[in-house]
């Protein structure tokens, strides 16, 4: 499954948009379509299940929140 970076994310958020280049890569090289899904870091240890609502703008719905386990190093 797609992973994707996203630091402006925050566990109360619904939804968000991908950085143009990550929704480039999405629509032209995965070949997205909306209602695909993928999941969201925000580099803080939270990892968000998410679909694809707009191809166009890279807007996504988080359908669900993880909180990753810390590295054991």
Partial sequence: MPLFYQPALHPGDKTGRLSD????????????QPGATFDVTDGRGSRYGATLQDAKTG???????ATLPAPPY
């Fill in 21 to 32: 280049d990550d929704a480039r890569h999405a629509l032209k090289t995965l070949r997205m």
């Fill in 59 to 65: 807007q996504f719905r988080i359908t669900e929140i």
